[in-house]
């Protein structure tokens, strides 16, 4: 039994739970599956390993020491371990807690400021994401960049800043807006009202994933409801323990949908779904909100799920690949949604599926980790493109846009000529294909 003492380095602010670490049995399945113990063999470094430094914080036996610190936040936060663990050990919510303490007692100022920026200033508000990514197309369609790589410049920067130019992709000429599709009426007969969950960074970087998913949608009897009151899911705020500001997130992102009454709320990124699916848990205990946080979480549904759960409309036009698929990691681990979109590149005419070595296996995005760990990141990386490059594929397949940013990548510094793309555009692909034909 843990005992509470006054000396624990934890608050008692939502501190991690002693009924859930009590759970864990130190059987050590979960380190076979831990990307970061598989490069670094430490202890430390694993879930169990960490599991155990947040027992010793909680009883006071050791504080919130720079070393404990650096192992919390070598965690992709993959949740690899979850699936792995026999007694459903829920490491994500005492990671995300652990977080929580470790940002209200060792952030210096500069990290609070920083903080402030990212997580309250930039991701809840679109209009200031889609200033900052007009601002980066800006940079690259001027030639600065390119200029700035040729004159071998990015090498003088801090390797945080020249991993950003390096990770960023080109940045389309538009953005997805809601409030440019408040309704998308169904082709034929409307079988469903769905609302569409389009989120922040896809809406930026992304937009004809957005597009497709829309197009897909309609082209499968669906009435779709993009609520311009959205906001950002609040994945990277739980994450990185910013848990009131997801909580007033998720309060929005309720508050849009019970208006828009839809049946389901579709997402098509992997990272927003999964966050979108737990508001139950973020709520659970505010009196206004938990109730309605189930009923929301309830209908939340990725949109290979969907898909797969009603008579798809196959009028596919043939396309000739070669494709893998690379599970994001909380669709996998969280949602367990793997065979879904499996199923839908399956029923593409002409494309072949070719399973890569350790699909499920985290890329190394994580959200932020490419950009707090890159050197961890780009090793996660280096070993996934192996995988893929020994599957010969021409199409690289996933559906979360920190993955397909993170693949991009990869493709790029492995010279691969591989297309990365999202499931539901391959989909969007096949029903343009079929009125060529």
């Not at 800006?138 to 700035?148: C, H, V």
Request: glycine letters at 6%; one cysteine or more.
């Amino acid at each position: 039994m843990i005992l509470m003492q006054a000396q624990s380095g934890f608050d008692d602010l939502e501190h991690p739970s002693e009924e859930f670490l009590l759970k864990c049995v130190h059987c050590g399945l979960c380190l076979m599956t831990c990307p970061t113990y598989s490069l670094l063999g430490v202890e430390a470094d694993s879930p169990r390993g960490r599991l155990y430094l947040m027992t010793n914080v909680l009883d006071g036996r050791v504080g919130l020491t720079e070393g404990v610190v650096g192992h919390m936040y070598s965690c992709l936060l993959c949740r690899a371990c979850e699936t792995s663990c026999p007694s459903g050990v829920k490491y994500g919510r005492l990671m995300e807690a652990t977080r929580g303490q470790i940002r209200r007692h060792r952030q210096s100022v500069l990290e609070r400021f920083a903080s402030y920026m990212v997580f309250k200033a930039l991701l809840p508000e679109q209009r200031s994401l889609e200033s900052l990514f007009a601002m980066t197309r800006l940079y690259q369609r001027s030639g600065l960049q390119t200029s700035m790589r040729r004159l071998g410049l990015m090498r003088l920067l801090p390797r945080r800043l020249s991993a950003l130019d390096e990770y960023i992709p080109h940045i389309p000429s538009h953005f997805f807006k809601a409030t440019e599709h408040p309704v998308t009426e169904p082709e034929g007969k409307k079988e469903h009202r769905v609302g569409f969950f389009s989120g922040c960074v896809m809406s930026v970087v992304f937009p004809s994933v957005n597009e497709a998913t829309l197009n897909v949608l309609a082209k499968n009897g669906c009435e779709v409801v993009t609520p311009a009151r959205q906001r950002c899911c609040g994945a990277l705020h739980v994450h990185n323990g910013e848990l009131e500001t997801a909580r007033q997130l998720a309060r929005a992102n309720i508050d849009a949908f019970e208006e828009a009454d839809v049946e389901f709320v579709i997402s098509n990124a992997g990272g927003c779904g999964a966050a979108l699916k737990e508001y139950a848990e973020l709520l659970r205990g505010d009196p206004r909100y938990a109730t309605r946080a189930e009923r929301f979480s309830e209908k939340v549904m990725d949109v290979s799920e969907f898909l797969t759960g009603i008579d798809l409309n196959k009028s596919f036009g043939r396309i000739e690949a070669r494709a893998t698929y690379q599970d994001p990691c909380h669709l996998a681990h969280v949602r367990k949604i793997r065979e879904q979109p499996r199923a839908l590149i399956q029923a593409i005419p002409g494309v072949e599926l070719v399973e890569m070595k350790e699909p499920d296996r985290c890329c190394g995005s994580a959200g932020s980790y490419w950009f707090t760990n890159n050197e961890l990141s780009m090793e996660l990386l280096d070993s996934k493109m192996t995988n893929i490059a020994a599957t010969k594929a021409d199409l690289i397949l996933t559906a979360n846009p920190p993955c397909m940013m993170h693949l991009r990548l990869g493709a790029a510094r492995a010279g691969m000529e591989a297309k990365v793309a999202h499931v539901i555009e391959l989909l969007d692909w096949a029903y343009q294909a079929a009125k060529s034909e």
